[in-house]
């Protein structure tokens, strides 16, 4: 079964695979930077079509030379992208902290107990409530255009309340991260080396059957570097490649620790040395931007255009959860980075396809060359940058995932 998507205005291919692209029409990339860091990867062909066969990408070109298929899909002139990677959101807990956000907003101090709250009410939820919680989120990112998300684990912090994390996330998604490592609970206050045990120990081998990856919140207040390398470690000796929340609230070690052992990225990103970015730049390790936290919490933007200029892969993801940043909205984050970052419209989308697919790993996705999965987004606008021209206006006309539609 073969179907053509053609009258494509824009077509967004991000076809070079390791960046080096410029913006499409010919025009040069913006800033003085290199073509990498100017437009990341990201690639388009104007006036195009596309054919998908067997849940795969099988030809892109020119709309007056595509051959033909079984079945036929008129853009009418409006955009193609690939589909959006969301590569780090939080979404399996219960309860919900509206309150908590609307007293930030009047003023109040962000309450450190906002965490273990989420905890309380997620240990005390039924598996069926948190499946329904996390099926409606999930619903959401496909609405709007996300084709593949991460989901942590992290609210559970208990050896069951973890592994049901986790297996619920499994349904799911195939990249499921286990974050024991969020924060240290109440109940091992006082005794943080004993949790960080159970979290390298029996938690992680409960937990490593349903997971991909391990992630540490590295943070003055959550893990140091010491707790950090150890997770990592551990994770990594049972099969679970690293991830690491970095240098958000201040600067600390994350980025370094995340960079030393190898993680497939760092994220958050904003409070960062002259030799973090450096790290970076030199490193397969992403930088992870989840401007919806600044958002939500009225902190500072972490400073992309300083990773792009200094050459390091830039990713973009929502970091949905219920405390810091409640949106599944990967259009929401691409308008905040262009706005509120300074990023092109260009680099903005290429860090929320094939960005978000780098920071996971993944080959398969984040672009639309021939033998990708065929994860693609119709947009009701006739080129990427109506996600960021047109903010909070729903744009997706339709979502394929795997060469199935799964909206419109
Ligand atoms: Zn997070």
């Known amino acids: 079964m073969s179907i053509v998507i053609t009258n494509i205005g824009e077509l967004v291919t991000n076809s070079q695979?390791?960046?080096?692209?410029?913006?499409?029409?010919?025009?040069?990339?913006?800033?003085?930077?290199?073509?990498?860091?100017a437009g990341q990867g990201f690639s388009a062909i104007?006036?195009?079509?596309?054919?998908?066969?067997?849940?795969?990408?099988?030809?892109?070109?020119?709309?007056?030379?595509?051959p033909a298929a079984d079945s036929q899909v008129d853009a009418s002139g409006r955009a193609v992208l690939p589909?959006?990677?969301?590569?780090?959101?939080?979404?399996?807990?219960?309860?919900?902290?509206?309150?908590?956000f609307a007293a930030r907003m009047a003023g109040r101090p962000y309450s450190a107990g906002g965490i273990r709250s989420t905890v309380a009410a997620t240990r005390a939820a039924s598996d069926a409530e948190l499946a329904a919680n996390l099926g409606r989120l999930a619903a959401e990112l496909a609405a709007q255009?996300?084709?593949?998300?991460?989901?942590?684990?992290?609210?559970?912090?208990?050896?069951?309340d973890e592994a049901r994390s986790v297996a619920l996330a499994a349904e799911v998604t195939p990249e499921v991260t286990y974050l024991g490592a969020?924060?240290?609970?109440?109940?091992?206050?006082?005794?943080?080396?004993?949790?960080?045990?159970?979290?390298?120990?029996?938690m992680l081998a409960a937990c490593a059957p349903h997971s991909r990856w391990v992630d540490v919140f590295c943070e003055q207040g959550a893990f140091g570097a010491d707790a950090a390398r150890a997770v990592l470690a551990a994770g990594q000796s049972a099969g679970l490649?690293?991830?690491?929340?970095?240098?958000?609230?201040?600067?600390?070690?994350?980025?370094?620790?995340?960079?030393?052992?190898?993680?497939?990225?760092?994220?958050?990103?904003t409070y960062l040395s002259d030799a973090d970015v450096d790290a970076l730049a030199a490193?397969?390790?992403?930088?992870?931007?989840?401007?919806?936290?600044?958002?939500?919490?009225?902190?500072?933007?972490?400073?992309?255009?300083?990773?792009?200029?200094?050459?390091?892969?830039?990713?973009?993801?929502?970091?949905?959860?219920?405390?810091?940043?409640?949106?599944?909205?990967?259009?929401?984050?691409?308008?905040?980075?262009?706005?509120?970052m300074r990023m092109t419209t260009q680099e903005a989308v290429w860090a929320a396809t094939a960005g978000g697919a780098r920071a996971l790993h993944r080959e398969?996705?984040?672009?639309?060359?021939?033998?990708?999965?065929?994860?693609?987004?119709?947009?009701?606008?006739?080129?990427?940058?109506?996600?960021?021209?047109?903010?909070?206006?729903?744009?997706?006309?339709?979502?394929?995932?795997d060469g199935q539609l799964i909206t419109g």
């Open 283 to 340: 490193s397969r390790t992403v930088a992870t931007l989840l401007p919806g936290v600044e958002f939500s919490t009225r902190h500072p933007y972490p400073d992309a255009r300083r990773l792009l200029s200094a050459g390091a892969t830039v990713a973009i993801a929502t970091d949905c959860n219920p405390g810091s940043c409640f949106t599944t909205s990967m259009p929401f984050c691409i308008a905040l980075a262009v706005r509120e």
């Open 145 to 160: 255009g996300t084709t593949t998300f991460e989901c942590k684990s992290g609210y559970g912090l208990t050896i069951a």
């Open 83 to 100: 589909g959006f990677v969301d590569s780090h959101a939080h979404l399996v807990f219960a309860g919900e902290r509206g309150a908590e």
């Open 17 to 37: 695979a390791d960046g080096g692209g410029s913006a499409p029409g010919g025009l040069a990339p913006a800033g003085g930077a290199a073509q990498r860091s």
């Open 241 to 269: 490649a690293g991830r690491v929340h970095a240098n958000q609230l201040g600067p600390g070690p994350g980025v370094q620790v995340a960079v030393e052992c190898g993680a497939a990225s760092a994220d958050h990103c």
């Open 364 to 401: 398969d996705i984040g672009h639309l060359r021939v033998g990708a999965r065929a994860d693609l987004v119709l947009l009701d606008a006739p080129s990427h940058a109506y996600l960021a021209y047109r903010p909070g206006v729903p744009q997706v006309a339709a979502v394929w995932r």
């Open 182 to 202: 969020h924060v240290v609970p109440a109940e091992f206050e006082s005794d943080p080396e004993g949790y960080l045990d159970l979290v390298t120990g029996p």
């Open 46 to 66: 104007e006036n195009a079509a596309l054919v998908m066969e067997d849940g795969s990408v099988a030809w892109t070109g020119p709309a007056n030379k595509a």
